[in-house]
């Protein structure tokens, strides 16, 4: 894609982690489900200067999801991946200009998990394991908060916090 850089681990972080969602409350979430794991999702950030190529980049591990071809995500922007779009779009809204990617297949262990994304060519982009115990944000682990990155290292519980509303704040 013209004006692009390829993803790579030095520009793509996961930026948010909705595994264990707050159960359904409103009318138009329980109209849609009463399974609070419809309700997750997974953000990715670009931390580089120009937007990013996510041609070949996919989740191999933990969930499964593969980015079409020429997805890019803007410089310092983020694309958000989901469980159910329905059910996303009852809590969260539209988030709107392409931030969803699409719905991934399986669902984010409430336990944790490793998680896994690859590029064509097997190439290891990211490989971290969360956990639902501390040092790990316990807030996370089914009270509605989301998980954020803060730190550097993706596999350091030390490096998450829980987000500061519940829900979480996908796309933003």
């Known amino acids: 894609t013209v004006d692009t850089i390829p993803a790579d681990a030095t520009n793509l972080v996961v930026s948010e ?4 969602p707050a159960k359904p409350t409103t009318v138009s979430e329980i109209a ?4 609070r794991d419809e309700f ?10 120009q937007p990013i190529d996510l041609s070949g980049v996919y989740f ?5 999801f593969h980015f079409a071809d020429n997805t890019v995500i803007e410089a310092g922007g983020r694309i958000v991946l989901v469980e159910n779009l329905t059910a996303f779009a009852a ?4 988030l709107g200009g392409g931030m969803i990617a699409g719905q991934y297949s399986g669902n984010l262990n409430n336990d944790g998990e490793q998680i896994v994304i690859r590029k064509t060519g097997a190439q290891i982009l990211l ?3 969360y956990n639902d115990q501390p040092p790990w944000p316990t807030l996370a682990d089914g009270n509605g908060y989301s998980m954020i990155f803060t730190g550097t290292t993706p596999n350091e519980g030390t490096s998450w916090s829980p987000h500061s509303m519940v ?3 996908p796309g933003l």
């Open 127 to 129: 490989d971290f394991t």
């Open 167 to 169: 829900g979480g704040a």
């Open 91 to 94: 809590r969260y809204g539209d």
């Open 17 to 20: 982690i909705h595994y264990r």
């Open 40 to 49: 997750e999702f997974i953000e990715l950030l670009n931390t580089a200067g």
């Open 60 to 64: 191999d591990d933990g969930i499964r």
């Open 32 to 35: 849609i489900s009463s399974d």
